[in-house]
């Protein structure tokens, strides 16, 4: 249920993105730098990891928490779409939204840390005669567990779709929009009891007057170096955000990657040479590949804008990447079995650039003369839906073989602070991402169309949207394929 709750927790991103642009008016860079914030609490993962192992037999009560933290997130959305003025009138509109989308990535940390442990509990070290298991049907039923894992996810993202799609159907411009805004911010409001459900429904199965279930053994103490510096990297993170200090987010990943690494090389000793050098070198081309930044917020502005595409037709995207993600995880979950996470990383990073070429060719007008020599068959609607059909079948494999390692190497005392803090080393993949997000949005400069009352305030500027992409895609191509072949001449080899 966790899961199913982090995968719907996407139900309210196209009214973000909407309501961002048309009510906002918030930069490209702005937007990308806040992207770096909201990923932040996932490089906490490790310390909220090592918590969860502490007070393990009290993880119901941080599911709830967790869920309060996100049902707050939402209700200040929701109060921003219903209530405005009154909103308003305490803090700037934009200041309420910064503060729903931190909230809420929170909540979601804390649950995703309960969720990662009990997918390496649910695995059995050994079989029914108490003979361990081999390691290579270990590694089969843990790539199974992390794929169900992740298809839980993505069957939450599919309901969203579904959700988003059936209330923008015949939706115009206008003020039935924000209607529309209301009823899916309001059922996003039903996502934190839905997870808080699956804590309900545990305790039902395990009832004390049924067959208790074995408590998974805590470690004799707390680790003052994991939440010492989980805290300490929380305050200082905080105080540079809030002192506004010249290049905050470089100042914050770096010193992420401080502690994130100081705190792996103290659990990596646990384990023998091999597996260490392996895990390693796993983690860091996982690493490098979630580090390779996007474009931003532009892109999607600017098929609003040039495109002229609504809410519906972003869900019908949304619709098909869910389906197609899930069935690209059926059908490569054995080939994932059965390849290196170098394999994988480099074939993806391969296919994903070759795939995104014709989406490229959009700001360069590729779609005009696609249009115009197809009968207008092959406008850019058709390319986005293309290329989007394309990529979703690929968008959940790399992180599969990754997860699955982690959970088969991970110690039984510390399942919860292994797997938090092997995610949060990949997670600052991702942090890097959304930071040289802002950098690209910084050098190429991208600006949306701004309105009020009184007519356009800014206006729309995509002249620097294509060098932008093609710098992207540059980026994505070279950067995984130079770090799997640096690594391929090194005793760090990945699983």
């Known amino acids: ?147 169900l894992s992740r298809g839980m996810l993505i ?94 987010e470089l100042w914050v990943f770096l010193l992420s990657l401080a502690i994130v690494g100081a705190v792996m090389r103290r659990l990596l000793a646990r384990l023998e040479p091999t597996a260490r050098q392996t895990l390693l070198g796993t983690a860091v081309v996982l690493f490098v590949f979630r580090a390779v930044p996007d474009p931003g917020p532009g892109p999607s502005w600017w098929m609003i804008d040039r495109l002229h595409v609504d809410e519906r037709f972003f869900a019908l995207l949304s619709t098909m990447g869910s389906v197609l993600a899930l069935v690209g995880l059926v059908t490569f979950r054995r080939w994932m079995a059965q390849r290196s996470v170098a394999f994988t990383v480099a074939a993806l990073t391969l296919a994903w650039t070759l795939l995104s070429l014709p989406a490229t060719g959009l700001y360069f007008g590729l779609h005009e003369w696609t249009a115009a020599h197809t009968g207008g068959w092959l406008d850019g609607r058709a390319i986005v839906l293309a290329d989007t059909a394309a990529l979703s079948l690929l968008s959940e494999i790399a992180m599969v073989p990754m997860l699955a390692w982690v959970a088969r190497t991970a110690p039984e005392d510390l399942k919860a602070t292994y797997f938090a803090v092997m995610v949060s080393f990949t997670n600052l993949g991702f942090l890097l991402s959304r930071l040289g997000s802002k950098y690209l949005n910084h050098a190429f400069v991208v600006a949306q169309e701004v309105r009020d009352a009184n007519g356009i305030v800014t206006a729309a500027d995509y002249s620097q949207l294509g060098a932008l992409v093609l710098t992207n895609s540059a980026i994505v191509l070279v950067l995984p394929l130079l770090t799997i072949g640096l690594l391929a001449r090194t005793r760090y080899r990945s699983c």
């Open 1 to 147: 249920m966790i899961y199913l709750a982090a995968g719907l927790s996407g139900i309210t991103n196209i009214v973000g993105t909407f309501f961002v642009k048309e009510q906002l008016g918030l930069s490209a860079e702005f937007v990308a730098s806040l992207g770096f914030w909201i990923s932040l609490p996932w490089t906490l993962k490790m310390a909220l990891g090592h918590v969860v192992d502490l007070v393990w037999r009290y993880k119901a009560w941080l599911v709830v928490a967790g869920a309060a933290l996100v049902f707050a997130s939402t209700a200040i959305l929701f109060g921003l779409i219903t209530q405005r003025a009154a909103m308003t009138s305490w803090m700037p509109a934009d200041a309420w939204y910064v503060w729903s989308a931190l909230l809420a990535p929170v909540g979601y940390v804390l649950q995703d840390s309960i969720a990662d442990a009990m997918t390496v509990e649910a695995v059995s070290r050994t079989n029914a005669r108490g003979v361990p298991i081999d390691e290579a049907d270990a590694k089969q039923m843990h790539t199974t567990m992390q794929a």
């Open 155 to 248: 069957v939450g993202g599919l309901l969203v779709a579904v959700i988003n799609l059936a209330v923008f159907n015949g939706e115009e411009f206008g003020a039935s929009r924000y209607d529309a805004y209301r009823r899916i911010v309001g059922l996003a409001l039903l996502i934190p009891p839905l997870s808080v459900l699956g804590v309900a429904a545990a305790w039902l199965l395990h009832r004390p007057a049924q067959q208790p279930r074995q408590q998974a053994p805590m470690p004799a103490r707390a680790d003052a170096i994991v939440l010492g510096g989980g805290v300490a990297f929380a305050a200082v993170s905080l105080g540079i955000g809030a002192g506004r200090v010249p290049h905050a």
